[in-house]
């Protein structure tokens, strides 16, 4: 999916992952798109497995995300002009524009001293499928993970409570980031406008107690979904991953 919107760079920092998804990851990495560095934190010491310290413990928070956060704006800044800081699990979608880099484009002239621009997480409950079904793909049958292009309801962010957002932030003008917002930085931070950009981020319902009536109808991923399907199956079938 960030293949489509523009990225040129993906950097996971890979604690441990099991031998199918290793070969999936080797299979970007030879292509050059994906760059992956070992972090085998829990060997040298016990990370929390979880973001809330209170709850989880351990000796540094979160299998250390902050410390990759930062260390992945460092090793950036000489040869990106922006980098995302997100979960591997959230998208950040462009709503007016065909790709991210056209996004920051029309954004930068506009707000030429915002050096982090802050967007939105949006849930999309995993728990709820559009209901015709017709990205139930049966080649799919058996591959791991959540198919992304099932789930079009949106909740709207609970107004009482804080709600996170990610950035897409100028490396060089960033000194120190948390995972919500740049702590010591150059310039200003802009919020992005639901409108113009959001996260899709498909997972446990944050408001479980909507009902389906009470959730937005957010079609956005199926924009992309000839492309999208078509170079998952080629990856999938390089790697011989593919129910026949």
Request: proline share 7%; net charge negative; charged share 20%.
């Amino acid at each position: 999916m960030y293949r489509l919107l523009g990225v040129n760079r993906v950097v996971i920092y890979n604690t441990s992952c099991g031998p199918d998804l290793d070969r999936l990851l080797q299979s970007y990495a030879q292509e050059g798109f994906l760059e992956v560095v070992p972090w085998p934190i829990d060997m040298h010491m016990n990370p929390s497995h979880g973001w809330h310290f209170p709850e989880h413990g351990g000796d540094i928070h979160y299998f250390g995300q902050l410390t990759t956060l930062n260390e992945c704006i460092y090793s950036s800044m000489e040869r990106s002009r922006y980098v995302l800081l997100n979960d591997i699990d959230e998208i950040v979608m462009p709503y007016k524009h065909d790709n991210l880099m056209s996004l920051m484009d029309t954004l930068q002239p506009q707000h030429p001293d915002v050096g982090s621009c802050r967007c939105v997480n949006h849930i999309f409950p995993k728990n709820h499928y559009e209901p015709s079904g017709k990205f139930h793909l049966p080649q799919w049958r058996g591959i791991p993970g959540i198919n992304i292009l099932e789930h079009i309801y949106r909740e709207d962010p609970a107004r009482n409570i804080y709600h996170p957002y990610k950035m897409i932030v100028q490396p060089r003008m960033v000194e120190q980031t948390s995972v919500h917002e740049v702590l010591k930085y150059f310039g200003q931070t802009y919020r992005v406008p639901l409108e113009v950009c959001r996260l899709i981020h498909v997972r446990v319902a944050l408001r479980g107690s909507l009902t389906l009536e009470q959730l937005n109808v957010d079609k956005r991923l199926w924009d992309f979904q000839e492309k999208l399907i078509s170079n998952v199956d080629k990856v999938l079938g390089k790697l011989e991953f593919l129910v026949t």
